[in-house]
């Protein structure tokens, strides 16, 4: 199969965001990974995650945007840029 020329491969993009998610999400505490995976994995609303572990919807908001400052933070800071 030929290349074309600055035709982005499609795959070793979407592996290679697939690995920053990865590390992103490595800088979480359990129970914040967890919410991140529920909401966007998953696609739970933020009621049903404060249902589902046990805290409010508003703890479950505060800890989500917390929680992706956290990751876009490691993400911005890995040297493989």
Sequence with gaps: M?????VIDV????AEERTLLR???ATLAER??????????EGLTQREIAERIG????H????LCRSIDQMRA????DPAD
């Design 2 to 6: 030929s290349r074309i020329p600055g």
């Design 11 to 14: 795959n070793y993009r979407h």
């Design 23 to 25: 590390d992103g999400l």
């Design 32 to 41: 914040e990974r967890l919410i991140v995976m529920l909401r966007f994995s």
């Design 55 to 58: 805290i409010s919807q508003m």
């Design 60 to 63: 479950v908001s505060r800890l």
């Design 74 to 77: 490691a993400i911005a800071a």
